[in-house]
T-cell receptor
């Protein structure tokens, strides 16, 4: 079954505004990752946060993780038109075969000029 | 240099045919994966291989058979294609079973079964 649910499903903002996407998951994890997918392209890894971390920054990205609530958020500050894409959270959990990455349902972000 | 490359990018074929998708990574990663993305953008893992050994095999029809001749290559062969197989298939790779590393994805193969 799907591990992560993302909220909102779609988000439309103006350039320069901040965009916040949320992700909830169901089981214990080793880490949580965020990916971006531009239309018709592959996924690009953005940031990884370990289960013992609460917050992480990378450039204009800020990720938080609350393992007690099994949730994470991705904040993109000062958004640009080039940030228009789908964003997926993915949870990594140990299985009998090593870490398995399970993706959420995605948030479609549109940044308008 | 493309890190994870898949061929072909587009594949249109008739029901009942057999087709293959090839994947190669030049990152030196030990683990490779196949994911399927449906029309609603839902991504689901199909297989993972670590150093040529099958590690994860999700509930996938046995018409799908992965093959890893070496740790840099993971191909996907699909027999007796069905309409429901239409999707985008992504190959990915990572270090050390994933661990605390992100995955590197290929650009995808859009398979259309008619």
């Amino acid at each position: 079954s799907q591990q992560g649910e993302e909220d909102p499903q779609a988000l439309s903002i103006q350039e320069g505004e901040n965009a916040t996407m949320n992700c909830s998951y169901k089981t214990s994890i080793n880490n949580l990752q965020w990916y971006r997918q531009n239309s018709g392209r592959g996924l690009v890894h953005l940031i990884l946060i370990r289960s013992n971390e609460r917050e992480k920054h990378s450039g204009r990205l800020r990720v938080t993780l609350d393992t007690s609530k099994k949730s994470s958020s991705l904040l993109i500050t000062a958004s640009r038109a080039a940030d228009t894409a789908s964003y997926f959270c993915a949870t990594a959990a140990l299985t009998g075969g090593g870490n398995k990455l399970t993706f959420g349902t995605g948030t479609q972000l549109k940044v308008e000029l | 240099d493309t890190a994870v490359s898949q061929t072909p990018k587009y594949l249109v074929t008739q029901m009942g045919n057999d087709k293959s998708i090839k994947c190669e990574q030049n990152l030196g990663h030990d683990t490779m994966y196949w994911y399927k993305q449906d029309s609603k953008k839902f991504l689901k893992i199909m297989f993972s291989y670590n150093n040529k050994e099958l590690i994860i095999n999700e509930t996938v029809p046995n018409r799908f058979s992965p093959k890893s001749p070496d740790k840099a290559h993971l191909n996907l062969h699909i027999n007796s294609l069905e309409l429901g197989d239409s999707a985008v298939y992504f190959c990915a790779s990572s270090q050390l079973f994933g661990g605390d590393y992100g995955y590197t994805f290929g650009s995808g193969t859009r398979l259309t079964v008619v």
